[in-house]
């Protein structure tokens, strides 16, 4: 199996997407503030927009489909045809182990970011309370499933670049062995003759 270079392309764009879609969501996580109620003493949170929800979950979708593809293409290392044993094959394991380590972490980041930045407390306090709760996500949730995006979207192209490489295709192993092929010149010897 050789070097796709439209799968190459289409994961790195899906990575790359994911990626501005993990940091739009980072920029615009919801933020609230504290207002009082006009009809008693009581006061409640306010939020802003859930726009990094939607971008976080737009992360998650197109890395998801990223991984399903490089995965499909080799066959998830453990369904495909052998590999040539070695350097090439030891390396397209760490890549495989590292690309699926990195996509996890990121998944668990943006879907784990995407529901807490949705997540609005309805929690009420009377007007004098110092400390009133109104829950947000942290800053650097969506920034952490950036950076993991990017660690994925490197162990996947050296993972399918080098199972690419070691993967013998099923017969490309033994392309070299046996007796060749030779042309015969019988015929133009009988023509000479005649």
């Not at 739009?24 to 109620?37: F, I, L, M, N, Q």
């Not at 495989?96 to 995407?114: K, M, Y």
């Not at 930045?117 to 950036?146: E, I």
Request: hydrophobic share 45%; net charge positive; charged share 15%.
């Amino acid at each position: 199996m050789g070097v796709s270079i439209p799968v190459l392309v289409i994961v790195i764009a899906l990575h790359l997407i994911a990626f501005v879609f993990a940091v739009g969501a980072e920029r615009r996580r919801s933020t609230a503030k504290v207002v009082p109620d006009k009809y008693d003493e009581r006061t409640y949170c306010v939020y802003g927009t859930d726009a990094s929800t939607v971008y976080g979950l737009a992360a998650f979708g197109l890395l998801l489909i990223s991984q399903t593809l490089v995965n499909g293409v080799t066959k998830c290392l453990c369904f495909g045809r052998g590999m040539m044993g070695g350097s090439s094959t030891t390396c397209a394991i760490f890549f495989f182990v590292f690309s699926w380590v990195s996509f996890l972490g990121a998944e668990a980041c943006l879907l784990a970011g995407s529901a807490r930045n949705a997540y609005h407390t309805k929690y009420r306090g009377v007007f004098l309370v110092d400390h009133l709760s109104c829950a947000t996500l942290r800053k650097g949730v969506f920034a952490a499933g950036a950076a993991l995006t990017l660690l994925s979207m490197i162990g996947s192209i050296f993972y399918y670049w080098i199972h690419s490489k070691a993967d013998t295709g099923g017969w490309q192993k033994h392309q070299n062995e046996g007796l060749g092929m030779a042309t015969s010149n019988y015929t133009e010897s009988t023509e000479r003759k005649g």
